[in-house]
T-cell receptor, first 114, second 115 residues
Framework: EAQVTQNPRYLITVTGKKLTVTCSQN?????MSWYRQDPGLGLRQIYY???????DKGDVPEGYKVSRKEKRNFPLILESPSPNQTSLYFC?????????????FGEGSWLTVV | AQSVAQPEDQVNVAEGNPLTVKCTYS??????LFWYVQYPNRGLQFLLK????DNLVKGSYGFEAEFNKSQTSFHLKKPSALVSDSALYFC?????????????WGAGTKLIIKP
């Protein structure tokens, strides 16, 4: 089954404790991205990757890092999480960055930083 | 500036009645428009998209959307609402090459279908 898988789905952590949210897709997609969803703000893009070893900042990259060493994986790293990073995070992928390609989303990761 | 507006935070419809969720956009070049639905505690699911061609696009779960270039709108519609259609709906437009093809999202519209 074609899917985008992210883990963990739910996490409560403390300020400053490094964490990684993994994302994997099995569709051989070139384009992957991370979003955060906050009430009233919709979806905001954190980082995206057009292909292996090619990443770029989205609208809200501060406090986050990503890497794209393999085509299927695109982990999101919070080096020193802060409470304002409490949010619902989505990983997404599409075949290429071409405008007509559908974007597929993971189920989301609820992160709480206390 | 490129943007997407969903003017209604919430839409309430009685079951069996037609529903419309509104979306307007502003983008340079040809618009590539999408609708996604989010059920509680779930990811976003693709409903439909407009790339080119027929202005009326049909998608999943009986939804359709009409692209109107002159009004820069892409409203989501369904002839007869179901209670199970209650969810959060997002409209998005794909920007062009000068914006790295970024997807620009509306803030979302909560659709409530009452029995």
């Amino acid at each position: 089954e074609a899917q985008v898988t992210q883990n963990p789905r739910y996490l409560i952590t403390v300020t400053g404790k490094k964490l990684t949210v993994t994302c994997s897709q099995n569709m051989n997609h070139e384009y992957m991205s991370w979003y955060r969803q906050d009430p009233g703000l919709g979806l905001r893009q954190i980082y995206y990757s057009m292909n292996v070893e090619v990443t770029d900042k989205g609208d809200v990259p501060e406090g986050y890092k990503v890497s794209r060493k393999e085509k299927r994986n695109f982990p999101l790293i919070l080096e020193s999480p802060s409470p304002n990073q409490t949010s619902l995070y989505f990983c997404a992928s599409s075949l290429t960055v071409h405008s007509g390609n559908t974007i597929y989303f993971g189920e989301g990761s609820w992160l709480t930083v206390v | 500036a490129q943007s997407v507006a969903q003017p209604e935070d919430q839409v309430n419809v009685a079951e069996g009645n037609p529903l419309t969720v509104k979306c307007t956009y502003s983008v340079s070049g040809n618009p590539y428009l999408f609708w996604y639905v989010q059920y509680p505690n779930r990811g976003l699911q693709f409903l439909l998209k407009y790339i080119t061609g027929d202005n009326l696009v049909k998608g999943s779960y009986g939804f359709e959307a009409e692209f109107n270039k002159s009004q820069t709108s892409f409203h989501l519609k369904k002839p007869s609402a179901l209670v199970s259609d209650s969810a959060l709906y997002f409209c998005a437009v794909r920007a062009g090459m000068d914006s790295n093809y970024q997807l620009i999202w509306g803030a979302g519209t909560k659709l409530i279908i009452k029995p």
